[in-house]
């Protein structure tokens, strides 16, 4: 069993920066690719972003690339998500995933997932 937790989130204004951190317990964190998702009220499940096993390799969202950039330490059991010149449209819940697989961009291709943690960008 894996339990992810995330946290970072908070209030902020529109051109302010967040990181995110994810922590994985339960089993070996380095042999798991890693991704995050957010979600916004009404809207389905959107991916940002997804980092490789080793974090060689890294993916991003139309949306958030050349803003958001995602990182892991595995000696940490931690992923991380930063996030500079935030948007209002950037407001959502934003969940860590892992998958036994590799980079993925579909929720439903992952097999565990943190509670979430509220990100909200004022204007």
């Known amino acids: 069993q894996v339990q992810l937790v995330e946290s970072g989130g908070g209030l902020v204004q529109a051109g302010d920066s967040l990181r995110l951190s994810c922590i994985a317990s339960g089993r070996t964190f380095s042999i798991y690719a890693m991704g995050w998702f957010r979600q916004a009220p009404g809207k389905e499940r959107e991916f940002v972003a997804a980092i490789s096993r080793g974090g060689v390799s890294t993916l991003y969202g139309d949306s958030v690339k050349g803003r958001f950039t995602i990182s892991r330490d595995n000696a940490k059991n931690t992923v991380y998500l930063q996030m500079n010149s935030l948007k209002p449209e950037d407001t959502a819940v934003y969940y860590c995933?892992?998958?036994?697989?590799?980079?993925?961009?579909?929720?439903?291709?992952?097999?565990?997932w943190g509670q979430g943690t509220q990100v909200t960008v004022s204007s």
């Open positions: 995933g892992l998958n036994y697989e590799g980079i993925r961009i579909r929720d439903r291709e992952y097999d565990y």
